[in-house]
């Protein structure tokens, strides 16, 4: 078994900053991807981010250019630094960690969650 503990997410105003953190312990062998998702109220869970244990990353569309995934590895940690935050990104944030990116990019395939941290963007 893998645990995913979030922290770092709070009340920000548009266009502030947000670093979010994940720590992995556990089985962490068996994880090879880490991956960021978030959901608002009403609507489905979807991909922010992901990253391999080589760096490889993947982000989606809304989030490029604003948001970084990174990893340290010595560390088993993943952080998502949110930059440029909008209205629209106020949702729960989700860290999620698989044995392989196609896993971890596929909500319904995920292997272990985290319980969510909050994230509001508000003047």
């Known amino acids: 078994q893998v645990q995913l503990v979030e922290s770092g997410g709070g009340l920000v105003q548009p266009g502030g900053s947000l670093r979010l953190s994940c720590a992995a312990s556990?089985?962490?062998?068996?994880?090879?991807?880490m991956g960021w998702y978030r959901q608002a109220p009403g609507k489905q869970r979807e991909l922010v981010a992901a990253?391999?244990?080589?760096?490889?990353?993947n982000y989606a569309d809304s989030v490029k250019g604003r948001f970084t995934i990174s990893r340290d590895n010595a560390k088993n940690t993943v952080y998502l630094q949110l930059n440029s935050l909008k209205p629209e990104d106020t949702a729960v944030y989700y860290c999620?960690?698989?044995?392989?990116?196609?896993?971890?990019?596929?909500?319904?395939?995920?292997?272990?969650w985290g319980q969510g941290t909050q994230v509001t963007v508000s003047s």
């Open positions: 999620a960690a698989s044995a392989s990116f196609g896993l971890v990019v596929t909500p319904a395939r995920v292997d272990y």
């Open positions: 556990g089985s962490i062998f068996s994880i090879y991807a």
């Open positions: 990253i391999t244990s080589g760096g490889s990353t």
